[in-house]
């Protein structure tokens, strides 16, 4: 399939989709405040999600500020789309209608914080005109890290529901190529109604991003914001602790494996390569860097926008190359957010 984002996007998204996207919200926080009162240890909670998950976490960092803020409600972030206005005009309208509520993410220019007791909804005017995205604040990172230029090509390879498609198209101006692809047909539909309600300009694919390999060297940046077990994002959605498996994990990290060296075969030379998970587990992280280290010319570029612990270099018997070092690991307690994992990756010439 391949389309712009002039297509309806009534015909591809109900709203169905997004009442039911509503009430597995609603149920999460109804969720959240039952086992905060049960539990006010945040370890304890989190062994009562999942014994598995709190094991294998607390390997990686057991610092009693990591569980707090595990499990800490996530401050809500919006970024504003310059593609509709101003930055300031957009910014003094916010204002207008919530307050002097808004703190501005350190490491990007169009995020903010919104503050705690404020809550923007899905149905404000704002961003119903798509002139605000709602985006976790560490989300906003790969494409900052990308440093995209214009009349560029560039590839999103899991690109659904498009927060960073949209935030490359507002750096660029909507003058590049922007190829944004994801494999899930449900996903593509909200892709492209994110696409639409922000004005932004991109040719959606549905593909598996692992075919990508068969065009060599096509494109100057690439951005793969994997698939992943989402741990770092239990702070937002317990759920994802309660449903987490390492079955899973060490699934998603075969493919991350293959679709790391897929995004780096499409990469053209003198090219840029970000790969990102909002995961903690170094499986799916500092692994799979290593695995495209192995087998490629790659070189890693050290990434520093944000605070980050150490990355992983050991793990479970397994030894990593120094170079992931220059990789960027969040926890949740080193900038208040979720979760986060940020690697650049560049092909020498
Ligand atoms: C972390 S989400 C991407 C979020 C997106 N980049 C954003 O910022 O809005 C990962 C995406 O990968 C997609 N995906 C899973 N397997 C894939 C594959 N083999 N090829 C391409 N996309 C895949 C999922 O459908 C999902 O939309």
């Not at 969720?31 to 062994?47: G, I, M, S, T, V």
């Not at 005109?129 to 976790?136: P, S």
């Not at 750096?171 to 922000?198: G, T």
């Not at 220059?326 to 994992?341: A, M, S, V, W, Y």
Request: hydrophobic share 35%; net charge negative; glycine share 4%.
């Amino acid at each position: 399939m391949l389309t712009d984002t002039g297509v309806s996007r009534t015909k591809f998204m109900t709203s169905r989709d997004e009442s039911s996207l509503m009430a597995a919200e609603n149920e999460t926080k109804t969720d959240r405040a039952e086992f905060r009162k049960e539990f006010e240890n945040p370890r304890e909670l989190f062994k009562n999600l999942n014994e598995h998950f709190y094991r294998r976490y607390s390997e990686v960092d057991d610092s009693d500020e990591f569980w707090e803020y595990m499990a800490k409600p996530l401050r809500q972030s919006v970024r504003i789309n310059t593609l509709k206005g101003e930055l300031k005009d957009i910014l003094d309208l916010l204002k207008e209608n919530y307050g002097d509520v808004f703190t501005r993410v350190p490491w990007c220019r169009e995020g903010y914080f919104v503050r705690d007791d404020v809550s923007i909804s899905g149905s404000s005017i704002e961003h119903q005109l798509g002139l605000i995205f709602f985006q976790e604040a560490s989300s906003m990172i790969p494409p900052v890290v990308l440093g995209v230029k214009a009349e560029s090509s560039i590839l999103d390879v899991a690109a659904a529901p498009g927060a960073k498609t949209t935030q490359i198209a507002q750096y660029v101006e909507n003058d590049a190529l922007i190829v944004a692809n994801d494999v899930k047909y449900s996903r593509i539909n909200i892709l492209i109604s994110n696409l639409q309600r922000c004005s932004a300009v991109a040719h959606v694919t549905m593909c598996d991003g692992r075919r990508f390999r068969k065009y060599p060297e096509a494109f100057d940046y690439v951005l793969l914001d994997a698939p992943c077990s989402n741990a770092g994002m239990a702070r937002k959605n317990y759920r994802y602790a309660k449903l987490w498996s390492l079955r899973e994990v060490q699934s998603l990290s075969r493919l991350q494996k293959q679709l790391i060296l897929a995004a780096y075969e499409t990469l053209k030379r003198g090219g840029t390569l970000v790969y990102s998970t909002c995961t903690l587990d170094p499986l799916e992280n500092e692994e799979v860097v290593d695995h495209l280290l192995s087998n490629t010319d790659a070189e890693v570029e050290k990434v520093r926008v944000a605070k980050g612990v150490e990355p992983v270099t050991e793990f479970e018997g397994r030894e990593y190359s120094d170079e992931v070092k220059k990789c960027l690991r969040i926890h949740p307690q080193c900038n208040d957010t979720e979760g986060f994992f940020v690697a650049k990756i560049v092909k020498p010439l």
